[in-house]
């Protein structure tokens, strides 16, 4: 199905979104509808750096709004367990990760990463505790240098992993790693679907040649056609796990400059930024809690290896889509020290006097609140891809709720996708644009 806006268009009338739509979308904690639709995919849990080693130290996990620990064993499997032991709920994070399992410091009990309860020292070798304890564990799977896990029923067996492409290439051509957000996982992923927003968030001061900003994109062609054309026209194609958005502006010749983005269910999205040749760049959202999401990022190339420059410079922070890290995985420029803006450098070289493009992502994400009140919106004909994923996210979560069980998770093959940017004939369509940029309409690698 294709769905596109019109340049005219100022008004949508028909994307009011009550109090309980927003209630719907945002909470994501155990036995909410929501909650529950997402735990029917796997999702990232940890970067595998994290763990490691066999018995290196386990951490703390918290996804969806519940506790876990995550440990690798002996053998190099990772666990994902709730983190009380079964005796007398002391905290496994404290437990001891040896001989293939996890052993609790109180009183010995240890546990496999299937939960199993192998050791019970302190129990009578007759007791029927024997081979009967157990903690709550969930299937888990190293893909793209992360630690997936699959939190749905216990009783139904997990689907394959996403094939996103960025886990298919060799570890040479990817970079992966993570940032924390601090607002609700939904605001945040809604500000990847608007691509609108890059003719003013991302700019250069007003009068500013991109190329005397390092906070902006090197070719100067292109931040020309963004800042001159802040009403893109917008065109969705649905595919079979999400949708693929299209963005044309008017650009030189009489041609257009479209800027693909792709959306996976339930939070996965490529961004538009990548021309012909150029490395890709993507993003899953994954709710901490109600109010803090951790956001995984990861570039690739399908054709080369990244280099140490290339490498270095994510490390640091120095490419739109990685922020600067502090401890933890948190950004340095965060909501609790306003993201250090520069009003000096808002006044003189930048937009906003923030340095980085996914700080200034995060600023105006995190300003809507911990949890973006919907109700009180007035939305444009830009906006036509945050109300198609609210429809896509609600629809599911309901069928779900009635029983119907969703399909995209048991469609694999179909998360290899690309997006990206491209130059075309102003008569061409969005399909036709994809189809010679990708080789297929939804952008889906061959």
Known sequence: MCWSASRRGGENRHAVFTAAENELLTRTGPRTAMGEYFRRFWLPVALSRELPAPDSPPIRVRVLGEPFIAFRDSAGAVGLVEPRCAHRGADLFFGRNEEGGLRCIYHGWKYDVGG???????????SAYHGKIAIRACPTREFGELVWAYLGPA????????????????????YVTKRLQQCNWAQSMEGALDTAHFSFLHMPAPGMKANENPQ?????????????????????????????????????????YWRATQFMLPSHSITPS????????????????????????????????????????????????????????????????????????????????????????????????????RTSEHLSATDIAIVRFRQAMLQGARALAEGTEPQAPRRAAAYRLRAGGALAPAELPFEEVMRRRFGTAAGRVP
């Open 216 to 256: 902006a994109a090197a070719d100067e062609r292109r931040i020309r056609w963004l800042r001159h054309d802040p009403l893109p026209q917008f065109t969705i194609l649905d595919h079979e796990v999400g949708f693929a958005i299209g963005g044309s502006r008017k650009a030189d010749g009489g041609e257009l």
């Open 274 to 373: 990548a021309m012909p040749g150029e490395t890709y760049y993507g993003y899953t959202w994954v709710p901490v809690d109600d109010e803090s999401c951790w956001i995984y990022v990861y570039a690739w190339h399908p054709e080369r290896p990244l280099g140490a420059e290339e490498r270095a410079r994510y490390d640091k922070g120095g490419y739109g889509q990685f922020a600067e890290l502090g401890p933890g995985y948190v950004p340095l420029r965060n909501r609790t020290n306003d993201y250090l803006i520069d009003r000096e450098e808002q006044k003189h070289r930048s937009f906003t006097g923030v340095r980085g493009i996914a700080e200034q992502d995060a600023m105006a994400q995190d300003s809507q609140g911990l949890i973006a009140d």
């Open 155 to 174: 009783d139904r067996e997990p689907p394959d992993l996403p094939q996103l492409e960025f886990g298919l290439v060799p570890p040479s051509h990817r």
């Open 116 to 126: 199993r309860c192998l050791e019970l020292p302190n129990v009578p070798a007759g």
